[in-house]
């Protein structure tokens, strides 16, 4: 599969606890985009970057949101002491460039208990 | 505030008629506006697009019209078909990325 991979696809976690996502993007996609979507809304766009320079994060919901993209390839997105509205969708992207369009990963869906 | 607004949020239209979904925005910098189908449970998927050096685009049933004076855009799909019952949303992009708030659309069989 050469689409854009997000794992887990899953999450259940406890309030307090600190949970982190991975994406993995097309590979020749230079720009990676994290989104969030809750129920019977659109994405909430949260962060982006192109190789490894995070270009935009003042979009993240709080200092308890991080991301990151090491090498230019994979990201990951962490969230510090997870709190109930944390509870959501949290969407990948990536496209080739500026006005590119954006291939969406099958996202990664937590529950904060 | 909301930088796009959708309408409407929820749509039902007859197999073989025509339904229209409208989007505007306020970022004067938004320069590209792309169409996601998303099914239940699934990734969003796009559908079509449209740059601001373009007013009309039309791919098979699909069409997509933008106004950047009065930035607004428009999807139109024609002859609708049961498997075209989904959430639609539109987005604006350019410096910043803002996607509405999505348009449930059911086609009766």
């Known amino acids: 599969d050469t689409g854009v991979s997000q794992d887990p696809r899953h999450k259940i976690t406890k309030r307090g606890q600190n949970v982190t996502f991975r994406c993995d993007p097309i590979?020749?996609?230079?720009?990676l985009y994290w989104y969030r979507q809750t129920l019977g809304q659109g994405p909430e766009f949260l962060t982006y970057f192109q190789n490894e320079a995070q270009l935009e994060k003042s979009r993240l919901l709080s200092d308890r949101f991080s991301a990151e993209r090491p090498k230019g390839s994979f990201s990951t997105l962490e969230i510090q002491r997870t709190e109930q509205g944390d509870s959501a969708m949290y969407l990948c992207?990536?496209?080739?460039?500026?006005?590119?369009?954006?291939?969406f990963g099958p996202g990664t869906r937590l529950l904060v208990l | 505030g909301e930088n796009v607004e959708q309408h409407p949020s929820t749509l039902s239209v007859q197999e073989g008629d025509s339904a229209v979904i409208k989007c505007t925005y306020s970022d004067s910098a938004s320069n590209y506006f792309p169409w996601y189908k998303q099914e239940l449970g699934k990734r969003p998927q796009l559908i079509i697009d449209i740059r601001s050096n373009v007013g009309e685009k039309k791919d098979q049933r699909i069409a997509v019209t933008l106004n950047k004076t009065a930035k607004h855009f428009s999807l139109h799909i024609t002859e609708t078909q049961p498997e075209d019952s989904a959430v639609y949303f539109c987005?604006?992009?350019?410096?910043?990325?803002?996607f509405g708030t999505g348009t449930s659309l059911t086609v009766i069989p």
């Open positions: 992207a990536s496209s080739m460039g500026v006005q590119e369009t954006q291939y």
């Open positions: 590979s020749e996609h230079n720009r």
């Open positions: 987005a604006a992009l350019g410096n910043q990325f803002y």
